[in-house]
């Protein structure tokens, strides 16, 4: 990782109000710097983090959509200690929701794990381009979970 990346990150979990204490080499360097996932990997249905990740989601797209119990469908994948969605929002009864002003149906999310939780980074719903991928320079996602590389 850049050393730039790394300032971001750490950065980014002080304004969430963490206090990151760990040294190179502690546990909570290795959490966050040596994570589980060292090549983007899609998340299946079972694993637990699907569903936190979506539960993160969620509320911020019912807020947009003004429909309840929405769910997701699409490829949601991890890289290092960041996360990736890129797919449709349903309806409750299965059905893509359209996002005003194009009536477009995608939807994406980026998510990091910092020291004590995931976060939801950023979303967007009803774009035509590839509109997430200016996350990699926004935030210091990486290209290679984006698909810019």
Excluded: H
Excluded at 51 to 80: H, Y
Aim: glycine share 8%; aromatic share 12%.
């Amino acid at each position: 990782m850049k050393p730039a990346a790394c300032m971001l990150i750490v950065s980014a979990g002080l304004s969430l109000g963490q206090d990151f204490s760990g040294q190179p080499g502690s546990e909570q360097w290795k959490a966050l710097y040596d994570p589980a996932y060292a090549t983007p990997t899609e998340l299946p249905r079972e694993v637990p983090l699907r569903k936190q990740l979506f539960d993160l989601l969620r509320p911020k797209i019912e807020q947009v959509s003004a429909e309840r119990g929405v769910r997701f469908q699409g490829d949601l994948k991890a890289f290092k200690n960041w996360a990736l969605f890129v797919g449709s929002t349903l309806d409750a009864k299965d059905r893509a929701i359209k996002f005003p002003p194009t009536d477009n149906t995608e939807t994406a999310a980026l998510f990091l794990r910092t020291k004590d939780r995931w976060v939801l980074v950023d979303f967007a719903v009803g774009f035509g381009d590839v509109s997430y991928w200016a996350w990699a320079d926004q935030y210091g996602a990486p290209k290679k979970l984006l698909g810019v590389e």
